[in-house]
């Protein structure tokens, strides 16, 4: 008799699953028939900070002979608790792994990370960094081969191309826990930012506030700091980052964006803050002035842990003191009644 396949990584972004296969959710549902479904540990379903909190110390025989673990979007924290769980539990794992394997779960939500220890936290930030990398890569990779991109040249890999690369980057994923290796996975020249960046962060910084509340840093066009290097130099919930773009009438002009720190998630939405941006942005109200259909003006938008400033050449003429003085104004309007999402 054929040895029992280990259960593949299957994501079903665009498919389904098929009928007769039995499968475990892991990190986000995939509309299964419940006969089928053996197992499920999805944090999204139960609040846990991480998926890697849903996945047993002792995952079961039902589980570990599953033919699929399966989910609706591929990112690490999914890689990482599929791989754990098919190694049968984080009992499994020696201590130090599991660690930078929580740690590297946390980022990729870009959260902020519960480890103390730097040496850990680093390693974590260097694997999850690792893995974002060459998925990036893979998808280039193997999209260009099977001729899966749009009209526009964008890669657009089907959900057997996402599935095939999933199970390539757990087989090594799996094979450094084993073997004690994840100090290797690590991508170290992306890591060489992490310095540099926090440094001209912190040189951005200088003029304006980093309190309780918010930190501001100004940029110049085009200027990029990556968040998961910013966080921890954030003091408070709100990171407002501005790029310079200009000027109009002798004025400047700036495109912001304003992100919640993750720790602040459950405490504030940001969607009000929206409105009184496009209410007080003088860029916005000239198109209002002018006529223009909301529907078709450039405006303030985003979702309840981030948002930008218009583009598209519009670019906003608050200046930082004024944003700030905006979001402060108005933080009240963001804080979340107890019990609701």
Partial sequence: MAEKQKPKLAVYLKSKPREDISIVEIDGAVGRMREKLVGVFDHHRTGSRVNL????????EKVLNADQYATHSFDVDYLISAVVTRMGGKANVDPESLKILYSASELCDLLESDETDPDIKNKALGLFLYFQK??????????????EKTSQ???NPS??????????????????????????LQDFEYLKQKEPMQSRWKE?????????????????EGEYIDP????????GKILITAN?????????LHYYTIGLKPSAYKELDLRALIDEMNDKDPSVIRQKEAGIPQEKQSRWGGRAKVFG?????????LLPDEVEKIAEENIDKCLKVEGVS
């Fill in 134 to 147: 060459k998925e990036s890569d893979l998808i280039s990779q193997f999209c260009e081969k099977n001729g």
């Fill in 204 to 220: 951005a910084n200088k003029g304006h506030r980093n309190d309780d509340l918010m930190a501001v840093v100004v940029l110049n």
């Fill in 228 to 235: 998961l290097f910013a966080y921890e130099l954030v003091n």
């Fill in 159 to 184: 959900d057997e191309t996402e599935s095939e690369i999933a199970n390539i980057m757990a087989d090594e994923l799996e094979d450094a826990i084993r073997n004690g290796t994840l100090d290797k």
């Fill in 309 to 317: 400033s218009p583009l598209n050449g519009v670019y906003s003429e």
């Fill in 53 to 60: 909190d849903e996945v047993p110390d002792h995952v079961d």
């Fill in 244 to 252: 310079e773009n200009g000027e109009r009438d002798g004025k400047k």
């Fill in 153 to 155: 040249g964008i890669d």
